[in-house]
């Protein structure tokens, strides 16, 4: 199941494309501005939204430490911006002064992609800000990339429906024609899959595009073997050209949005569909799961982003097993297991579970007694039994604070009863 949790409608024009970080989540729009929300409660930060370009804003991501987000711009710039307060950290215009349509990450962080409307493609030095190398397609303007979960090569889609494949010197190792009517955007599974040869590490990719498909290729790369892609298969569902498309973080899920003004959710592993979605009432442009939480962002020319929260029953449809729902909240941070509560509607027990440095792995090795025996929650909460023959000894202050209890009533904890119950369900099966 899939339930609308929440719809942001701060734009005030198209809804361009949304990003998630651990902690945060970033839109933007042809308003040429770009907004950022906490993800624990959807409310904006303090300093969003951030005010630089002169012209709409096309794509925004974040590195993969998240301390910083990258935002791109008609204007012909790619501008760097601290996640911790906002402020403009390099503002890097591209060589031609071509409107900038997509930039990306590597995942180490040390390199940002900038693709631009005249076909370019200039790999940036993330830490030193400056051009490190560049590149071009000969025919239309770049307006997809992905980075390949190893960093050993990246991949440009063009207008015209060009698929490029550049190792990480700039050189271009594949090109082929992916998507008649032109591509729209393309994404990488962070997750290897085997194609039955030795030594090759491959990865699936997905790209859309105006011809109303969805496309999964399979990509290997060696310095030994050399490079592969591999066509796989086409993806059903969508009647009209499909603008975005983006893997769950596991792996096991990819997700579409179209002109159809629908998004849709497939079982990457048997490519049925899994959800429709059809809330937007304009293209959806954009999509994005959150990476360590069960959340996916939409956004549209409706103006809103849409803010969808999967249960573990989809997760299972998806097959993925409990070893990789494990491995799933394993890297969780003390903050996405905040976020996490807070998209259960436990958002009451954030605080104790702070206080108690509950990240991923400390969540991980819960058990039920740990839960109820150590975890204070609700000022403070005690296991029944041990309460009532403190109280049977005629002791009347609180074994925390000792201070006089107003009353020797015990009242049932229903809000850690529930976290017990739900935590059970998802990790004791």
């Known amino acids: 199941m899939v339930k609308l949790i929440h719809t942001l409608a701060d734009h005030g024009d198209d809804v361009n494309c949304c990003a998630f970080s651990s902690s945060l989540l970033a839109t933007c729009s042809l308003d040429k501005t770009i907004r950022l929300y906490s993800l624990s409660d959807f409310t904006e930060v303090a300093y969003s939204p951030l005010?630089?370009?002169?012209?709409?804003?096309?794509?925004?991501?974040?590195?993969?430490?998240?301390?910083?987000?990258?935002?791109?711009?008609?204007?012909?710039?790619?501008?760097?911006?601290?996640?911790?307060?906002?402020?403009?950290?390099?503002?890097?215009?591209?060589?031609?002064?071509?409107?900038?349509?997509?930039?990306?990450?590597s995942p180490d962080s040390t390199c940002l992609v900038s693709g631009a409307a005249d076909g370019t493609v200039i790999l940036w030095n993330a830490q030193s800000y400056k051009l490190h190398r560049c590149g071009s397609v000969e025919d239309g303007s770049l307006v997809a990339c992905a980075?390949?979960?190893?960093?050993?090569?990246?991949?440009?889609?063009?207008?015209c429906g060009d698929l490029t494949v550049w190792d990480d010197k700039m050189r271009c190792l594949h090109n082929e024609k992916a998507h008649d009517l032109g591509m729209t955007c393309c994404d990488f599974s962070s997750q290897p899959v085997s194609d039955g040869e030795q030594g090759l590490q491959c990865f699936r990719l997905a790209s859309c595009g105006q011809d109303c498909q969805t496309k999964i290729w399979v990509v290997s790369f060696s310095h030994i073997l050399g490079?592969?892609?591999?066509?796989?298969?086409?993806?059903?569902?969508?009647?009209?050209?499909?603008?975005?498309?983006?893997?769950?973080?596991?792996?096991?899920?990819?997700?579409?949005?179209?002109?159809?003004?629908?998004?849709i959710v497939y079982d990457i592993n048997t490519e049925n569909i899994l959800h429709t979605l059809t809330q937007h009432t304009r293209y959806v442009t954009t999509c994005a799961f959150?990476?360590?939480?069960?959340?996916?962002?939409?956004?549209?020319?409706?103006?809103?982003?849409?803010?969808?929260?999967?249960?573990?029953?989809?997760?299972?449809?998806?097959?993925?097993?409990?070893?990789q729902?494990?491995?799933?909240?394993?890297?969780?941070?003390?903050?996405?297991?905040?976020?996490?509560?807070?998209?259960?509607?436990?958002?009451?027990?954030?605080?104790?579970?702070?206080?108690?440095?509950?990240?991923?792995?400390?969540?991980?090795?819960?058990?039920?007694?740990?839960?109820?025996?150590?975890?204070?929650?609700?000022?403070?909460?005690?296991e029944k039994e041990a309460m009532e023959n403190w109280i049977s000894k005629k002791r009347r202050t609180s074994p925390m604070t000792n201070l006089v209890l107003p009353s020797a009533v015990l009242t049932p904890n229903r809000t850690l009863k529930m976290a017990i119950n739900r935590w059970l369900e998802t990790h004791q099966k």
């Open 51 to 105: 005010k630089f370009h002169t012209y709409a804003v096309h794509c925004c991501c974040f590195s993969p430490s998240g301390q910083t987000l990258a935002s791109c711009s008609t204007d012909g710039t790619t501008v760097l911006w601290s996640t911790q307060n906002g402020q403009t950290l390099a503002v890097m215009a591209q060589p031609s002064g071509s409107p900038v349509r997509v930039c990306r990450f």
């Open 147 to 159: 980075f390949s979960p190893d960093g050993n090569l990246f991949v440009t889609g063009s207008s």
């Open 227 to 263: 490079f592969k892609l591999k066509y796989k298969s086409v993806l059903s569902g969508h009647s009209a050209p499909v603008l975005t498309c983006a893997f769950s973080h596991n792996g096991q899920m990819l997700v579409s949005g179209s002109v159809d003004k629908s998004v």
């Open 325 to 382: 729902l494990k491995q799933f909240a394993e890297d969780w941070s003390e903050d996405d297991v905040s976020t996490w509560l807070c998209a259960q509607d436990l958002k009451d027990l954030v605080g104790v579970f702070k206080m108690n440095n509950i990240d991923g792995r400390e969540l991980l090795n819960l058990t039920k007694e740990s839960l109820a025996d150590d975890l204070k929650i609700d000022g403070y909460s005690y």
């Open 290 to 323: 959150a990476p360590n939480i069960l959340l996916l962002a939409t956004g549209s020319m409706d103006k809103t982003v849409n803010i969808w929260q999967f249960d573990l029953e989809t997760l299972g449809q998806a097959r993925s097993t409990e070893g």
